[in-house]
Structure formats: structure tokens, C-alpha cells
């Protein structure tokens, strides 16, 4: 089996990087080995980072802003749809884990519980079109209305197998500097949706982005399952993927609406040490479910 895995910004997948060498280091992934790695951006960006085997399969890892040309915004949303499926067409991948960081949602903020540090993981997916709201985007990805999607052929055995074994696949983790969550936890479930804001390329927009997002999906498709983080990155690769399953995961760095406060001033150490337990999770899930892939997850 062919397993994909594209890491968003290039510094996610810095911390990213960290968190599975750090593992490497500790000798506590033997069984995911590393083949090779290549980390230079430029003729050979469409090589894979690093490749890994885990018994019978292989693993081929990317950073999706590596696919873009200098000077490139890696936040056109249209770009990187054309670069991600030229990608994939290139890879022929059997399953795909899309790695971003993420805001949290006010479902769970209602809680009054941060959820900044922990990953959230799953299949399904909501895009909407922002674009209105950036006036200046050079990104024009078109978004059918009600665009949601969920992979049918991951099985909800496996995020079973994920929560059961949540202890040990989040062993590692750190808290982040900022309104980190009390307890680091991974969430993993079939009904969670990533809701994913497309064409926004001025941060600042965000701020009317995000709310105008979630608030469509809550009033117009809550039957679809329950949204979980707010992103730019998962619904994008779910679009060129087509048939090809993709699980998400989200290493949560900032509350609901709540960026100027969390990552804005802060904005390395927030994404890195979230990237960081990204890496430290997916390194970890696919060790200890090594034996449980099989033919498909």
C-alpha cells in the first residue's frame, strides 16, 4: 500500500520534522524506517521530502508549499489544487494524510475548554468559497455551494483502533505556549468535519472568514457530522484527491476567533509545537497500527 502524506506551510512541517526525528532519536518508531529524505525546494521539489517503509508499505511525505515556485503565495487556494493534483496524478497514493494546522470551533469552545496542543483526525470535509471577503485574492478555486464530502472507505474501525490506543499514539506530545489545553488528547472520529475557508490569501481576513464559515455549516449542513476545526488546507486535498480516501489531521493551535491572541504575536513557537505534535502523533499511529493497515485502513 502507497500512503501519502502532505504537511501544509513550510514551517508546520519544520516542527512536523521535529517531532518524528525526535521519535527516530528515542529509537520509539523502529518498525517506520526512513529510505531516504530530501528537503530541497526548487527542480526537484516534485521528489518526496522523505520516504519511509512500514513492513509491506511505502510512505512518501511532502510539503505542499515546497510545490509552489518562489515567490508564490502558498495561500492560493486554486494553485495549490493544480499543484497537489498534478501531485497525486504523479504518486497514484492508495490513502493520503493531509496534515494543517487548525482553529478550534465554537462547539467545542462552548465547552469552556481550549483545545490548543491537540489533534483532531477526520474523513469528512466542508469548503466554502471566502473570496468576497478578500477583494484583493488572486485565488479563484472554484466551490460548488454545500460542498461536503465524507470518505466512506476509511473504516470506522480504524479510528477505533486510534482512540483505544490514544495514550500511547499521544506519547510525546507538548503543550504550547499560548492557552494550551489542560489535558493533550488526540480526538479521532468518523463525524468529524474540517471546515475549510478557500481563496483567503490576506491573513486578516480570517477574522470574518472563519465565523462566516462555521456559521454556514452550523445553520445550513449540521446533519453532515460535527465541525471540529477551521482550516485552508484538508478540503483543498480532499478536492484533488477524488476518490482517493483522506484523513485529516489537525494539531489545534488557536481558540475560535481567538488568533491575534494566540498565534499572532507568537507565531513560531504556536505552529511549531502544534506541527511538532502533529508529527508526534501520525509517526506514532502509524507504528502502533503497523499491523492493523493491512491492505486498507
Given at each position: 500500500m502507497k500512503i501519502m502524506i502532505l504537511v501544509n506551510k513550510d514551517f508546520e512541517y519544520a516542527g512536523y520534522r521535529a517531532g518524528i526525528e525526535k521519535l527516530m532519536m528515542l529509537n520509539k518508531i523502529p518498525d517506520l524506517k526512513m529510505v531516504?529524505?530530501?528537503w530541497s525546494v526548487g527542480p526537484s521539489k516534485n521528489r518526496p521530502s522523505c520516504i519511509y517503509k512500514l513492513g509491506k508499505h511505502i510512505i512518501r511525505e511532502f510539503c505542499i508549499s515546497y510545490l509552489f515556485d518562489a515567490g508564490e503565495s502558498t495561500s492560493n487556494s486554486q494553485k495549490k489544487l493544480d499543484l497537489v493534483m498534478n501531485l497525486i496524478d504523479e504518486e497514484s497514493p492508495d490513502y493520503i494524510i493531509s496534515v494543517s494546522t487548525s482553529e478550534s470551533?465554537?462547539?467545542?469552545?462552548?465547552?469552556?475548554?481550549?483545545?490548543?496542543?491537540?489533534?483532531?483526525?477526520?474523513?469528512?470535509?466542508f469548503a466554502k468559497d471566502c473570496r468576497k471577503l478578500d477583494s484583493a485574492?488572486?485565488?479563484?478555486?472554484?466551490?460548488?455551494?454545500?460542498?461536503?464530502?465524507?470518505?466512506?472507505?476509511?473504516?470506522?474501525?480504524?479510528?477505533?483502533?486510534?482512540?483505544k490506543k490514544s495514550k500511547n499514539i499521544a506519547d510525546g506530545m507538548e503543550a504550547v505556549p499560548h492557552h494550551p489545553a489542560n489535558k493533550l488528547t488526540i480526538f479521532a472520529n468518523t463525524e468529524y468535519v474540517s471546515l475549510g475557508i478557500i481563496n483567503v490569501m490576506d491573513y486578516s481576513c480570517y477574522e470574518k472568514a472563519d465565523p462566516e464559515t462555521y456559521n454556514e455549516f452550523k445553520n445550513n449542513y449540521s446533519s453532515e457530522g460535527e465541525p471540529v476545526c477551521l482550516e485552508t488546507t484538508h478540503a483543498v486535498v480532499k478536492m484533488a484527491a477524488g476518490q482517493i480516501p483522506v484523513l485529516f489531521v489537525s494539531p489545534i493551535v488557536d481558540r475560535y476567533n481567538q488568533f491575534k491572541h494566540d498565534v499572532d504575536n507568537t507565531w513560531g513557537n504556536q505552529n511549531a509545537i502544534g506541527s511538532y505534535n502533529a508529527g508526534i502523533v501520525v509517526a506514532n499511529m502509524l507504528e502502533i497500527l503497523k499491523d492493523k493497515l493491512k491492505d486498507k485502513l
Amino acid at each position: 500500500m502507497k500512503i501519502m502524506i502532505l504537511v501544509n506551510k513550510d514551517f508546520e512541517y519544520a516542527g512536523y520534522r521535529a517531532g518524528i526525528e525526535k521519535l527516530m532519536m528515542l529509537n520509539k518508531i523502529p518498525d517506520l524506517k526512513m529510505v531516504s529524505r530530501d528537503w530541497s525546494v526548487g527542480p526537484s521539489k516534485n521528489r518526496p521530502s522523505c520516504i519511509y517503509k512500514l513492513g509491506k508499505h511505502i510512505i512518501r511525505e511532502f510539503c505542499i508549499s515546497y510545490l509552489f515556485d518562489a515567490g508564490e503565495s502558498t495561500s492560493n487556494s486554486q494553485k495549490k489544487l493544480d499543484l497537489v493534483m498534478n501531485l497525486i496524478d504523479e504518486e497514484s497514493p492508495d490513502y493520503i494524510i493531509s496534515v494543517s494546522t487548525s482553529e478550534s470551533t465554537p462547539c467545542k469552545e462552548d465547552r469552556k475548554r481550549s483545545f490548543n496542543g491537540c489533534i483532531f483526525m477526520g474523513t469528512k470535509f466542508f469548503a466554502k468559497d471566502c473570496r468576497k471577503l478578500d477583494s484583493a485574492t488572486q485565488s479563484h478555486l472554484y466551490v460548488p455551494e454545500g460542498w461536503c464530502v465524507q470518505n466512506s472507505s476509511i473504516c470506522a474501525n480504524f479510528f477505533d483502533i486510534v482512540n483505544k490506543k490514544s495514550k500511547n499514539i499521544a506519547d510525546g506530545m507538548e503543550a504550547v505556549p499560548h492557552h494550551p489545553a489542560n489535558k493533550l488528547t488526540i480526538f479521532a472520529n468518523t463525524e468529524y468535519v474540517s471546515l475549510g475557508i478557500i481563496n483567503v490569501m490576506d491573513y486578516s481576513c480570517y477574522e470574518k472568514a472563519d465565523p462566516e464559515t462555521y456559521n454556514e455549516f452550523k445553520n445550513n449542513y449540521s446533519s453532515e457530522g460535527e465541525p471540529v476545526c477551521l482550516e485552508t488546507t484538508h478540503a483543498v486535498v480532499k478536492m484533488a484527491a477524488g476518490q482517493i480516501p483522506v484523513l485529516f489531521v489537525s494539531p489545534i493551535v488557536d481558540r475560535y476567533n481567538q488568533f491575534k491572541h494566540d498565534v499572532d504575536n507568537t507565531w513560531g513557537n504556536q505552529n511549531a509545537i502544534g506541527s511538532y505534535n502533529a508529527g508526534i502523533v501520525v509517526a506514532n499511529m502509524l507504528e502502533i497500527l503497523k499491523d492493523k493497515l493491512k491492505d486498507k485502513l
